[in-house]
């Protein structure tokens, strides 16, 4: 496994290799929703690439950019013993030249649900995984459906743009529990863990309800009481038609996803179920 900080340094190797290159961009704190998405890119391509960058443009001002987990000797055991060929660790000067003052903005997808709490993300989310296409210049790029909304705002960016990669989806990986596997999770305790395997409950409820025909508006009033009891503060609860993420409130288009944030002990969790028919 080779470990890399310089752009050069990674041309050169990719100039020495021929075959499909499969890339999972990381900002670190490994766990096992990334080992699924290395996993499925050793399955698909002769090569892996991870990346493992703290991209800073992609933090509001209020959030936990300062404290966010860098975990770089345990990724890189992580990452060693799945036989991963190229870990790239950029720093950020590296990434983002001096006086750098480009920034990608999708227009259609990024302003809604999580876009609304988080103005800035995708487009520092954007911003960076252009620039990383740029240099890894992967066959295929994984992304969790536990980030549902970023994962539909990538693949928009790369249909719009052209570039020749496709985008694979991996399943969120979950505790047994039922609460999805995030790095901010060890932000919390393990009594806090297991109080939170709540929000996969009301989502998969909320699932059954949808199909038996229960209206958007009481499913949503439900769940907020269910939550709220539970002394989570509910940031949204999105019914959004799944291509479009056009927020639903009456009618119900399939397929549609059912998107949640909240905050818990101070740290913001997200989660969402899929529901086709």
């Not at 911003?127 to 992304?143: E, G, M, Q």
Request: charged fraction near 25%; proline fraction near 3%; include cysteine.
């Amino acid at each position: 496994m080779k470990i890399l900080n310089k752009i050069n340094q990674y041309l050169s190797w990719y100039d020495s290799v021929n075959g499909d290159v499969g890339f999972v961009p990381t900002m670190g704190a490994l766990h096992k929703g990334h080992v699924s998405l290395v996993e499925s890119s050793i399955k698909d391509n002769q090569f892996t690439v991870v990346s493992i960058f703290v991209n800073e443009r992609q933090f509001g001002k209020n959030e936990d950019f300062n404290k966010y987990p860098r975990t770089y000797d345990e990724d890189l055991k992580i990452l060693s013993k799945l036989k991963v060929d190229v870990v790239f660790i950029p720093q950020k000067d590296e990434v983002y030249s001096k006086n750098f003052s480009t920034s990608i903005v999708e227009e259609s997808l990024s302003p809604k649900i999580e876009g609304v709490s988080r103005p800035n993300f995708f487009g520092g989310v954007l911003t960076v995984v252009s620039l990383l296409f740029n240099i890894v210049k992967p066959n295929r790029a994984y992304f969790g459906e536990k980030d549902l909304q970023q994962l539909m705002v990538v693949k928009k960016m790369v249909s719009d743009l052209k570039y020749p990669i496709k985008i694979i989806s991996v399943k969120t990986v979950r505790e047994q529990s039922g609460l999805a596997i995030s790095s901010r999770n060890q932000y919390l305790n393990q009594q806090e863990q297991e109080d939170a395997k709540i929000i996969y409950t009301c989502l998969v409820e909320a699932k059954e309800k949808i199909l038996c025909n229960t209206k958007i508006k009481t499913i949503k009033h439900e769940m907020i009481a269910v939550l709220q009891s539970k002394k989570m503060k509910v940031d949204y609860i999105s019914f959004v038609e799944l291509d479009s993420f056009q927020e639903l409130n009456d009618s119900v288009v399939y397929p549609l996803a059912i998107c949640i944030a909240v905050w818990y002990q101070k740290v913001r969790l997200i989660d969402n179920i899929i529901i086709t028919k």
